[in-house]
């Protein structure tokens, strides 16, 4: 290993107690072991702070970021990416889990294509680690155009070679942080994402409803496209309709 990390692992963490021991381990027991993770705690009021502490007094790559008070996540991983140093940045949630050769495979994939940004497949589990879906199926490349119409990227399977893109930061949103960011990204670099093709990462599925969270989901999808991405609101219309088509397709057809 070298002075520094090839890979920073970015995790946000509010109350994760539950699932984030898994979520560490997953990390840690990667088959490429090149990596830092920072954790940023957002003022847990469980013990989440605790085990992190756990784990990095018995392993140096973990580092932990207290927030001074509750900022929610954007905050919560723009404290982590200001102090990772890794020429790639991942993104894992505290409770996804990745497979052991997650970065192994994305690093081989994105060398060899020469990428910026890529991104993989993954399966659906539910709270007790049950696979509810084997396989989420990604689009092979995503640019700003497709993007618009509807996130396919997970964001616990990112990677992002910084060297490429320079460092960013995660837009103030309450919902739908990683779109924007990923559409930021697209539009300002002129960068594409690109998919692994396989499944590398599990994404939780939690108890609320799937369409509550849509609806919430669409509403910040709105937001972000006028204020942030300056949509007009023809386009805005036009891509949300896509983005709701292509949501009912996928779940009731």
Not at 113 to 136: H, L, P
Not at 180 to 191: C, D, E, F, N, P
Request: aromatic share 12%.
């Amino acid at each position: 290993m070298g002075v520094f990390p090839v890979v920073s692992v970015i995790m946000p963490n509010y109350n994760g107690a539950r699932f984030i021991s898994q979520t560490i381990e997953a990390v840690l027991a990667q088959s490429f072991a090149d990596l830092e993770l920072i954790i940023a705690d957002d003022c847990s009021g469980d013990e989440s702070a605790a085990i992190i502490s756990d784990y990095a007094s018995r392993d140096n790559r973990v580092k932990l970021l207290r927030l001074s008070k509750n900022s929610g996540v954007s905050a919560a991983r723009n404290a982590a990416i200001a102090k990772a140093r890794g020429e790639f940045l991942a993104f894992c949630d505290s409770d996804d889990i990745w497979l052991p050769n997650k970065l192994e495979k994305q690093l081989e994939f994105m060398k060899k294509g020469g990428y910026a940004f890529s991104f993989t497949e993954f399966q659906m589990i539910d709270e007790q680690n049950k696979v509810i879906k084997e396989r989420v199926i990604c689009p092979a490349v995503v640019d700003y155009e497709r993007l618009i119409t509807g996130n396919p990227i997970m964001c616990s399977s990112v990677l992002i070679n910084v060297k490429r893109t320079g460092k960013f930061t995660v837009p103030d949103f309450a919902l739908a942080q990683d779109y924007a960011t990923w559409a930021g990204l697209m539009k300002v670099k002129k960068i594409k994402a690109y998919c692994t093709g396989t499944v590398l990462a599990q994404y939780r599925k939690g108890r609320e409803s799937l369409s509550a969270d849509k609806a919430r989901a669409f509403k910040y999808t709105w937001r972000i496209n006028k204020s942030f991405l300056k949509l007009s609101l023809v386009k805005n219309v036009y891509v949300n309709f896509i983005y709701m088509f292509r949501w009912v397709r996928k779940h009731y057809f």
